[in-house]
């Protein structure tokens, strides 16, 4: 009985992926996209969400700014979100696109000259089942310039993790090395790139919207220090602070409970010091 839903939603989705697909753009749209320095590219934004740990439903979405080409956090944006929508395999973008989209509105709305020029989205993007990942469906919604940075292989359209595989990642000397990632249709869906010197793992890039293939390498390798390209990292940190910061929270809202439950009419007291230390009940 419980499959029909799950058909049914993925009917749905698949629907909507393909009208969206249609919008899509894998070309340079942009002036400073034509510059071998990337000049007139000022902002360069950075998105993730995660998830506490051993929790599938709560999670921290993240949005950072940060200046180009020195990196500097201009703008951030955390909230912590419930996630209503199911996990399908193929679909993510379903489930968290609405959440990061929602961080681009706020930041259009309440300081506009602060919109980034490119958005840097930690997932695939062309690299998918479908061809559309998160960075394109982000992409496609915020009529934003996108590129996807995975961290693991998606393996995917005759693309897998083989022993060739290997001994290519192998041959890449140095930082800014790459080499594609080839279905077997024969089209190139993405590109492995070595984006550090420092680090000999690569990350899979792929076009999200409105940037070449060749661009999307080239400037994700300029806004790497390490081996994930900055945007993305200060927006992990970011989240990984948010979790910090809940935990320990929900903890000290406990020792406090703990402390007053000894007094007469401690379950309204603990509940106003919860809510005075930290925003919200604890209960």
Avoid at 103 to 113: G, I, Y
Avoid at 126 to 155: I, M
Avoid at 165 to 177: E, N, R, T
Wanted: charged share 20%; net charge neutral.
């Amino acid at each position: 009985m419980s499959a029909a839903p799950a058909e049914d939603q993925v009917r749905q989705w698949e629907s909507e992926q393909a009208h969206l697909r249609q919008q899509l753009v894998e070309d340079d749209t942009e002036a400073w996209q034509q510059n071998p320095d990337f000049s007139g590219l000022q902002r360069v934004g950075g998105v993730d969400l995660s998830f506490i740990k051993g929790d599938d439903v709560n999670a921290c979405a993240q949005l950072v700014v940060l200046s180009y080409p020195d990196m500097e956090l201009l703008y951030e944006d955390s909230q912590m979100v419930t996630l209503t929508a199911p996990y399908i395999a193929g679909f993510l973008a379903f489930r968290e696109t609405p959440y990061l989209l929602e961080a681009l509105q706020r930041l259009k709305k309440n300081q506009p000259e602060l919109l980034p020029q490119v958005v840097f989205v930690d997932g695939n993007g062309l690299f998918h089942y479908r061809e559309f990942g998160l960075a394109c469906h982000l992409g496609v919604l915020s009529g934003l310039p996108c590129v996807g940075v995975a961290k693991n292989l998606l393996q995917v359209q005759g693309v897998y993790k083989s022993e060739e595989h290997q001994s290519q990642i192998a041959a890449l000397q140095k930082g800014g090395d790459s080499f594609p990632l080839t279905a077997a249709s024969g089209k190139v869906l993405g590109k492995a790139l070595r984006s550090s010197d420092k680090s000999v793992k690569p990350v899979y890039v792929s076009v999200g919207h409105k940037i070449s293939l060749d661009t999307a390498v080239r400037l994700t390798h300029s806004c790497c220090r390490y081996r994930v390209p900055e945007p993305i990292r200060q927006a992990e940190k970011q989240c990984s602070f948010m979790h910090y910061v809940r935990l320990h929270s929900q903890q000290r809202a406990a020792r406090i409970r703990q402390h007053v439950s000894t007094f007469p009419g401690s379950e309204e007291l603990s509940n106003l010091f919860c809510f005075s230390f930290f925003g919200k009940h604890y209960s």
